[in-house]
């Protein structure tokens, strides 16, 4: 993340308890503009906040509709205890920073840009694994494509390739589509090269 992120705007759903840290806590995202609902009850999943912070010492199985595993949603855990399973706890809901209890106002705004930052990385990572799978997934139809390339051009397996390869690049298409629409017959046989 190159820019620095403002909150301006942003709700903000803060599941804790209500106490003297909420209070000093809704005060500072205040300050950094967003809007904050506190509440100590589940997340409603069709609802979602721009932001979640979350009290990771008394969290439970179910209070973020996500179940576990990646956040649809920025996620801070506020944490006070050093036991291992409330640090796994948290991240496993998918926590991107933590603010550790007692709160101190200086560690608002960086937790909420390394929350931010993460939860941004984790997307690009997933969109970027499902991209690759479906190009794992069409690699059948490049195979079936560079034979058929073979068979009607009398060329190798090398020049069938770059053929494919070839005619996909003038095109601007992944040689997978390329691959498809040639198997499909929407494409006329290349020229071998």
Known sequence: ???TPN???????LLHREDSLTERLIRQLKLLGCSVTQQWA???ENALPDLVLVDADQGWDGLLPWGGGTAPRPLVALLGS????RIAWAIQQGAGAI???PLSVSAVYPALVMALGIHRERLAVTEKIAHLEERVRLRPLVHAAVQQIMAA????????YDTLRNCAMKRRMA??????SIVGGAEPMPEAV
């Open 175 to 180: 040689m997978e589509q390329m691959a498809a």
């Open 99 to 101: 603010i550790a209890k």
């Open 153 to 160: 051009r009398k060329v190798d397996e090398h020049h069938a």
């Open 82 to 85: 050093e036991a291992p399973g």
């Open 1 to 3: 993340m190159r820019e």
């Open 42 to 44: 589940p997340l409603d």
């Open 7 to 13: 909150f301006t705007g942003w709700h903000a759903a």
